[in-house]
């Protein structure tokens, strides 16, 4: 259950980090109001994992799946650039994302 709050922490990392730039540095509402919730939720749920997993993977898995999430979103609906070396390391870090979690990280 405590990865299941990650990977739900990190999809919402994606989507605050994808409001914080609709909402061009905080100068519309509905963006702001969007990012702050997903922002809360995020951080809320990092939290409430990190009770009974250990910090470094579960902060990696995070990170990682926000960072891939939000290049694969900006690339598919904001225009963001798409190149055959963002592809290959947004799969990198996926990769990375997988063998921490496959590393055996303990859950207390």
């Known amino acids: 259950m ?8 990190g999809l919402l990392e994606t989507g605050f980090a994808v409001c914080l730039k609709l909402s061009h540095g905080f100068t519309r509402l509905w963006p702001t ?3 702050a919730v997903f922002a809360l939720a995020s951080f809320g749920l ?5 009770k009974k997993l250990d910090v470094g993977p579960a902060y990696a898995v995070w990170t ?9 979103y900006g690339m598919i609906f904001l225009d963001d650039l798409v190149s055959t070396l963002k592809i290959v390391s947004i799969s990198l870090v996926i990769i990375g994302v997988i063998g921490l979690q496959l590393s055996g990280s303990s859950q207390h």
Not at 46 to 50: C, D, E, I, N, V
Not at 64 to 72: D, E, K, V
Request: neutral net charge; proline residues 0%; without cysteine.
């Open 46 to 50: 990092l939290t409430l994992s990190l």
């Open 33 to 35: 109001i969007a990012f």
């Open 64 to 72: 990682g799946i926000g960072a891939a999430g939000t290049a694969i």
């Open 2 to 9: 405590a990865w299941l709050l990650v990977v739900v922490a």
